[in-house]
Nanobody
Framework: VQLQASGGGLVQAGGSLRLSCAASGSTFSNYNMGWFRQAPGKEREFVAAIPKSGGNTIYASSVKGRFTISRDNAKNMVYLQMNSLKPEDTAVYYC????????????????WGQGTQVTVSS
C-alpha cells in the first residue's frame, strides 16, 4: 500500500488542523492505521491508531482529548483531527499501515507515508 499524507501547516497555539492520509495500491480495509510524529532531535513517537474496522482507537497520553483519529474505508482515507494545538505538537507527522497487528509500536508498521510538517507557534 502507498500512503500520502497532507494537511500540515503553520498554526497558532490553540488552533486546529486536520491531517489526511490517502492510501492506494491495496485493499485499505485490510490495514490497521497509525499516526506518528517526529520532532527535530527526537525519536519518532506514537500519536494515534485505528484498527481495520475503525472501532476502538488508541492515543498517546500527550494528545488524548485533543486529537481524534478516524478513517473512511470507502474513500481509502485516514484522518487526524488536531485541536487545541500546542507548540510541543510541532513535528513531522507520518501515517503508517500494517496488516497484522493493532499496535502503538512504530516497528510493527510496514508502510509509511512521506510525512507532513506541523508547526505550532506560541
Amino acid at each position: 500500500v502507498q500512503l500520502q499524507a497532507s494537511g500540515g501547516g503553520l498554526v497558532q497555539a490553540g488552533g486546529s488542523l486536520r491531517l489526511s492520509c490517502a492510501a492506494s495500491g491495496s485493499t485499505f480495509s485490510n490495514y490497521n492505521m497509525g499516526w506518528f510524529r517526529q520532532a527535530p532531535g527526537k525519536e519518532r513517537e506514537f500519536v494515534a491508531a485505528i484498527p481495520k474496522s475503525g472501532g476502538n482507537t488508541i492515543y498517546a497520553s500527550s494528545v488524548k482529548g485533543r486529537f481524534t483519529i478516524s478513517r473512511d474505508n470507502a474513500k481509502n482515507m485516514v484522518y487526524l483531527q488536531m485541536n487545541s494545538l500546542k507548540p510541543e505538537d510541532t513535528a513531522v507527522y507520518y501515517c503508517a499501515a500494517n496488516r497484522l497487528v493493532f499496535s502503538i509500536q512504530a516497528r510493527t508498521y510496514d508502510y509509511w507515508g512521506q510525512g507532513t510538517q506541523v508547526t505550532v507557534s506560541s
